[in-house]
T-cell receptor, first 113, second 111 residues
């Protein structure tokens, strides 16, 4: 079992470009969670998804950010028109439907230049 | 609303000293609490769950409902314990399962 796979590990974008972060959950996990970790800060919840369904997006910024988890393929976190303040580590976690434990990926470090 | 508070952003101790990382929560239901650890530039890993009542890497944590706390303790800190520690509270809603994380405490163990 490969665990939660996130790619890319590092992503550099210029201001105004789009960033696409991918997360493949662990085998058998149908719930995906995205978190953001700003430099020198803690982990902040962004969004919780099940297949083809957003369950809770209370932590997502209202503009430029979107997330999906299609029936086939990985979950995608999309950031449009990136700004310097979007530079952070973005972590994805997954869990089985009734399981309490979330397993985390290695994260994607986004740098906006 | 549920909330997890870790009052210390940074805790610095010497090797061999006791460690206590504080975690307080507010939750109207029956809480389920976790500690996660993140070593330098690595992914978060589950350290322990209050339900398991186990000791992992010498760490223990007891749920105190009266004080709404779930402090993480270790009697003798080791340098390899240096990491970021997150306390988390499980929340059930109609749709499923979520974790609310505290702000994290960075533990530095000095030689």
């Amino acid at each position: 079992n490969a665990g939660v796979m996130q790619n890319p590990r590092h992503l550099v974008r210029r201001r105004g470009q789009e960033a696409r972060l991918r997360c493949s959950p662990m085998k058998g996990h149908s719930h995906v969670y995205w978190y953001r970790q700003l430099p020198e800060e803690g982990l902040k919840f962004m969004v919780y998804l099940q297949k083809e369904n957003i369950i809770d997006e209370s932590g997502m910024p209202k503009e430029r950010f979107s997330a999906e988890f299609p029936k086939e393929g990985p979950s995608i976190l999309r950031i449009q028109q990136v700004v310097r303040g979007d530079s952070a580590a973005y972590f994805c976690a997954s869990s089985p439907p009734a399981g309490p434990v979330q397993t985390f990926g290695s994260g994607t470090r986004l740098t906006v230049v | 609303a549920q909330r997890v508070t870790q009052p210390e952003k940074l805790l610095s101790v010497f090797k061999g000293a006791p460690v206590e990382l504080k975690c307080n929560y507010s939750y109207s239901g029956s809480p389920e609490l976790f500690w996660y650890v993140q070593y330098s530039r690595q992914r978060l890993q589950l350290l322990l769950r209050h339900i398991s009542r186990e000791s992992i890497k010498g760490f223990t944590a007891d749920l105190n409902k009266g004080e709404t706390s779930f402090h993480l303790k270790k009697p003798f800190a080791q340098e390899e314990d240096s990491a970021m520690y997150y306390c988390a509270l499980r929340k059930w809603n109609n749709a499923g399962n979520m974790l609310t994380f505290g702000g994290g405490t960075r533990l530095m163990v000095k030689p």
